[in-house]
């Protein structure tokens, strides 16, 4: 699977897509595993307003990933 | 319905000749065109980041709506994203509909949507360094105009 960071997510941490093979199984262990290996992104990850995107979809609250699929982490969007 | 996405300029009077041409029906056009500000020496650069395949999905999703409430004939609109000097045009909006009224209010709803809702992310480059700009107060009242059961 495919982790996108974008906006200031993307310079917290360091990084703007991984690749993680297998994926955990869902959108919590996916958290989980991000902020164990670095605390300033979780936090950032759980901060207002940001959205989830799994396969270009918006999804709240939790959600089964599988391998192949791209998840994309949206900090407040701002257009114009 | 047209959404599209450039990493270079664009020529907004040459768009609005195109989204003219042929309407015998529409009575009315509105456009807005949004240019990057210098903010008096501030802002060197903008920064906007978009996220390919979904970015125009949603702006796409934004134009039906507003079709349909407005009852638009056509709509346009062209975003930048990538690196864009002040004075450049950043973002286009376009609505055709058979009055004024209509036109008018589509456009606005639009650009209030693209402010807030649009899939961009935009970082100011300047002296003082980078940072990430987010909607504002008065953005998120914008928007929210649109939300509650008055207007069309």
Redesign the interface.
Known sequence: MRV?L???LA?IAGWRERTLDPPPATLAALRARLADADAALGEALSGK?VQV?VD?EIVRGEAQLRRGCEV?F??????? | MSVRLTTGPFEPGADLTRFCAGRTESGAVASFVGLARAEAGAATALELEAYPGFTEVEIGRMVARATERFGLHDALVIHRHGAIAPGEPIVMVATAAAHRREAFEACDYLMDYLKSRAPFWKKEHGPAGARWIEPTARDLDDVARWDGGSGP
Do not use: I, N, Q, V
């Open positions: 996108l974008f906006g200031r310079d307003g995107a270009k994309a949206l900090p407040p969007m701002s257009g114009g």
